[in-house]
């Protein structure tokens, strides 16, 4: 039965049912390679070696559906930036650390993280179909995480001890990597558990790899006791098109309350047209912008900080443009609080 956490997944497992394959076959053929994702876009091969180096600290990776969405020949381009490696990585930069938001200090059990009441979070997975430059757990050590079965154990122990934990995130790494076989049994696992009400999805799997909005997924996540909560992540327009709207459209359809996360990102989405597009989109398909993240201190992301000071006049100008709903809370995560903290204005 708890088969689902025993090990880190390998998507390309062979034992998937034949209506996985789309998915599968879509994270297969995710670019990795800097020279082949340069040559797609037709950009010029000067970035090719501060992107190799910047790659052996954490690799690129980027569907193809993704890259779909990018503006050919332009270096510039906002979803670009998001996965191309660059040389700013390799500087350090004070203040900047391998673990931004206390992670380990809140860690309870293996894959176990509670930080906040009512809630905690499971890192099922380390592995993502995407890697996102900016990201807060680039350093994480997801190798001291539970791999075989028995691992688990202290994690559900806790779980079933703590009456105050009404709702289970599943976080990574992106919990969507695992097969629907392993989300069900996990799922499974939860609702066995009386006091957890509320399963709550955080993934970039429905922005960046939209194949993976199957029928059975939603069924899966539709088919359980457990309230269902979808946080997906995007931070520009730009990536709400095509197949990604359409598997936002499905979620929400499906019944699912869809959230959804951006990280203000200096030259990505730090200027008001841009995320009140990014709003607009959202509602469009019917998802609730939910937080505007200020960027975590995370070593090798120093270039994508916007100060908090813009963070604060970009939210005072969506009030003036967007409906209340619209308008995310603008949050950073502070070591120790007891809640994400809303940034204000100095
Ligand atoms: C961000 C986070 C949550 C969720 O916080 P919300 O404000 O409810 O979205 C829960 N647990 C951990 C460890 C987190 O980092
Ligand atoms: S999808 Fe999320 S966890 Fe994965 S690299 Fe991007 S920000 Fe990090």
């Given at each position: 039965?708890?088969?689902v ?12 049912p034949q ?7 879509s994270l297969a053929e ?12 037709g950009l ?7 992107a190799?180096a910047?790659?052996q600290l ?5 569907p193809?559906?993704?890259?779909a ?41 293996p ?13 099922v ?5 995407v ?24 994690a ?29 049994a996990?799922?499974?696992?939860l609702?066995e ?10 993934s970039?799997?429905?922005i ?39 598997a936002l ?9 869809t ?25 469009d ?15 090798g992301?120093?270039?994508?900080e ?9 939210i ?11 308008v995310?809370?603008y ?5 120790g609080a ?9």
């Amino acid at each position: 039965m708890l088969t689902v956490l025993s090990s880190f997944d390998d998507p390309l497992s062979k034992n998937n049912p034949q209506s996985l394959r789309t998915w599968h076959d879509s994270l297969a053929e995710s670019i990795r390679d800097p020279e082949v994702l340069l040559a797609k876009l037709g950009l010029p091969p000067e970035y090719l070696a501060p992107a190799r180096a910047a790659a052996q600290l954490f690799p690129l990776r980027v569907p193809l559906s993704f890259v779909a969405r990018m503006q050919a020949g332009d270096p510039n381009d906002p979803l670009l930036r998001q996965v191309l490696p660059i040389q700013h990585e390799l500087q350090a930069t004070a203040g900047f650390t391998t673990d931004a938001v206390g992670d380990c200090s809140s860690r309870r059990a293996p894959g176990l993280l509670h930080k906040y009441h009512g809630r905690a979070l499971l890192i099922v997975t380390g592995s993502c179909a995407v890697h996102c430059r900016y990201c807060f757990r680039r350093h994480y050590p997801y190798e001291s995480e539970p791999r075989r079965l028995d691992d688990w154990k202290p994690a559900w122990d806790l779980l079933e001890a703590d009456q105050s934990i009404h709702e289970v995130l599943l976080s990574g790494g992106d919990p969507m990597m695992l097969t629907d076989g392993r989300l069900k049994a996990l799922i499974e696992r939860l609702a066995e558990i009386p006091h957890v009400k509320r399963l709550r999805i955080h993934s970039r799997l429905p922005i960046v790899l939209p194949d993976r909005i199957t029928a059975p997924l939603l069924e899966l996540l539709t088919g359980t006791r457990l309230t269902p909560i979808m946080v997906v992540h995007a931070n520009h327009p730009q990536e709400i098109v095509n197949d990604c709207d359409e598997a936002l459209r499905k979620l929400v359809r499906a019944g699912i309350t869809t959230l959804n996360q951006t990280v203000l990102l200096q030259g990505i989405n730090d200027r008001v047209e841009t995320l009140e597009n990014l709003s607009e989109r959202l509602i469009d398909t019917g998802v609730i912008p939910y937080y505007l993240h200020q960027l975590d201190r995370v070593d090798g992301a120093a270039h994508f900080e916007v100060s908090t000071a813009t963070g604060c006049e970009l939210i005072k100008q969506l009030q003036k443009r967007l409906p209340g709903y619209a308008v995310p809370r603008y949050v950073q995560e502070i070591e120790g609080a007891a809640h994400k903290i809303g940034v204000e204005a100095d």
